[in-house]
């Protein structure tokens, strides 16, 4: 059992402290630990947890937002199927059967989407919480059934490689999954600075991509962001987006990247646009060391504090929070 895979008796706090249930909560929380094509630091699997546990250290006002936990937000438990399909996959990688290591991917991915979908339609704001960057494929398919949908995609990495080291299903191919799923019309990119030729000439040669360079990245360009966007948006955050000042235990950190003040006037930005964002996944924290020990924690503490940001200003989105700041 890997540390982001809890046991059932395993006594955890609410998230955010708020003791809401997934049915009582506006905001809900799918984890998902699955982390299996890691590719250098491992550990993804912890961040569930580990955000979990460090929730309850998130003051919950916020100067642009005001209070959006009156509405509630909560986690789910992780689904009982994960483990053993984590397990096997693993244990399919170290056999070099790449291709059942992508058909466990896929059955993921089956898993997740009805899950997803279901939140939908029930009116709640669904968050897929990883793990590796893939997991949040199923939710993104679940959204884009729904009606046609743009994926915001704030990553160090531009994840468009068709397989990487023999996998479709690694963490490396995330975007290039995501352009094949129907529905999806649009993928814009924020924060890009780790890419190799294959993926800088798919960017360019694809109409529904816009990348934004983190070279050329200022944060007077977020409007032409939000411009790049259709109404329909899910937002999907890889953590290692952000400067690795704020997440140096990721498992594949690259120099630059998106401060904290630009990541929320980013999110913020997109919620008073008008445009609606349906659903959100934040993506391969992994736990100061690679493990979550009290105490210590600032990437899951950071990481914690986007979460709640999301959940926000989702709801706000939605038309559910009005931001009623102090200040």
Known sequence: MGPGLVRAQEELPSLFDLGVSPGQATAVVLPVPWEVS??????????????????????????????????????????EELPGWIAQARAALRQQDLTGVDRLAGRRDELVRPLVAELLQQGKAPVVLGGEHGVSLGGIAAAAQEAPLGVLQVDAHADLRSQYQGLRSSHACFAARVLELSGVERLVQVGVRD??????????GDPRIATFYDAHWQAERIEQVVQALPQRVWISWDIDG???????????????????????????AVALSGRRIVGCDLCEVVPQGGRYRPGEGWDEIVAAQLLYRLCGWMLVSRGVHRPDPCG
């Not at 569930?48 to 250290?57: G, H």
């Open 242 to 268: 952000l400067d690795p000042a704020l997440c140096p235990s990721t498992g594949t950190p690259v120099p630059g990247g998106l401060r904290w003040r630009e990541a929320l006037s980013l999110l913020r």
């Open 38 to 79: 890691t590719s250098f630091r491992r550990g993804t699997s912890g961040g569930p947890l580990a955000v979990l546990r460090a929730s309850v250290q998130v003051d919950l006002y916020d100067p642009w937002l005001g209070s959006p936990e009156v509405h509630g937000m909560a986690m789910l438990p992780v689904p």
């Open 195 to 204: 890419l190799c030729r294959q993926e800088a000439e798919t960017a360019s």
